[in-house]
């Protein structure tokens, strides 16, 4: 058994592009349309990836996608940003 592997990882968050909602809101897309349109996109591009069996549709509750999309709705901000503390956050 070696004992000198070394592994990192790495992520990043972030909240949804202001220039994406801006580009779909400037189409006439209200701004929960946008941000589903762009949490839906992000999922499905996920979902491509993954076996169809274990991805499922958006409508098999047990799927990947619908689990991806239950988890985003309640980690995604619906409301709109404004400037704290220096810094932009979703209010």
Avoid: W
Wanted: hydrophobic residues 35%.
């Amino acid at each position: 058994i070696a004992d000198d592997v070394v592994c990192t990882h790495g992520a990043t968050v972030s909240d949804l592009s202001e220039e994406e909602l801006f580009y779909l809101r400037s189409r006439g897309l209200d701004r929960t349309t946008s941000r589903n349109l762009l949490m839906y996109a992000f999922v499905e591009e996920i979902g491509a990836s993954v076996d169809e069996t274990i991805a499922g549709g958006f409508e098999d509750k047990k799927g990947l996608r619908s689990r991806i999309i239950q988890r985003l709705e309640n980690l995604v901000p619906e409301g709109e940003k404004s400037l704290v503390g220096g810094e932009f956050q979703s209010v």
